[in-house]
T-cell receptor, first 111, second 111 residues
Framework: NAGVTQTPKFQVLKTGQSMTLQCAQDMNHNSMYWYRQDPGMGLRLIYYSASEGTTDKGEVPDGYNVSRLKKQNFLLGLESAAPSQTSVYFC??????????FGPGTRLLVL | GESVGLHLPTLSVQEGDNSIINCAYSNSASDYFIWYKQESGKGPQFIIDIRSNMDKRQGQRVTVLLNKTVKHLSLQIAATQPGDSAVYFCADGGSNYKLTFGKGTLLTVNP
């Protein structure tokens, strides 16, 4: 089992560019999550998906969109990147409402 | 709002000593708590969890204690090793799929 995988590992964007962060899990988990981690801020939930085809906003959803078309994949989109979105992004998955398992992260720099 | 906090941002211990990392929470309705370990450049890794109907739970070299009266939990690591050096997060696994993370404690193990 690869667990939770994320692509890309690193990305540099210019302000206004768009991109999609990809997350995949092979644990047959129902729920998936996107977090951002900033220095001194801990992990903050951007969006989550309780099941395939459903998504809900987390604590910091502005400037992001998500897609959960397949159970094993959860995509995070930035339509028009801003420097404030420079962060490390983590995807996680869980079977239900409990323990979440995290991917290795995507480091994003917006210039 | 509700929050999960840590008493100390850093902890330095000698190899072989026991480590204790503390965490306070404010949501008295919380019923599930998780400890994660995050090594530099990696995603958070699940260590151990505990439900509110328990006071103590043990794993391999780790013990989590929960004191609901004062809304405090702690992570004890026995015979701390250099490989234990990392940031440790507690998280409040309340209902509705959302985890609230503390800012983390950096554990440094000195040889």
């Amino acid at each position: 089992n690869a667990g939770v995988t994320q692509t890309p590992k690193f990305q540099v964007l210019k302000t206004g560019q768009s991109m999609t962060l990809q997350c995949a899990q092979d644990m047959n988990h129902n729920s998936m999550y996107w977090y951002r981690q900033d220095p001194g801020m801990g992990l903050r939930l951007i969006y989550y998906s309780a099941s395939e085809g459903t998504t809900d906003k987390g604590e910091v959803p502005d400037g992001y969109n998500v897609s959960r078309l397949k159970k094993q994949n959860f995509l995070l989109g930035l339509e028009s990147a801003a420097p404030s979105q420079t962060s490390v992004y983590f995807c996680a998955s869980s079977y239900g409402e409990e323990t979440q398992y995290f991917g290795p992260g995507t480091r994003l720099l917006v210039l | 709002g509700e929050s999960v906090g840590l008493h100390l941002p850093t902890l330095s211990v000698q190899e072989g000593d026991n480590s204790i990392i503390n965490c306070a929470y404010s949501n008295s309705a919380s019923d599930y708590f998780i400890w994660y370990k995050q090594e530099s450049g990696k995603g958070p890794q699940f260590i151990i969890d505990i439900r509110s109907n328990m006071d103590k739970r043990q794993g391999q070299r780790v013990t989590v204690l929960l004191n609901k009266t004062v809304k405090h939990l702690s992570l004890q690591i026995a015979a701390t090793q250099p490989g234990d050096s990392a940031v440790y997060f507690c998280a409040d696994g309340g209902s509705n799929y959302k985890l609230t993370f503390g800012k983390g404690t950096l554990l440094t193990v000195n040889p």
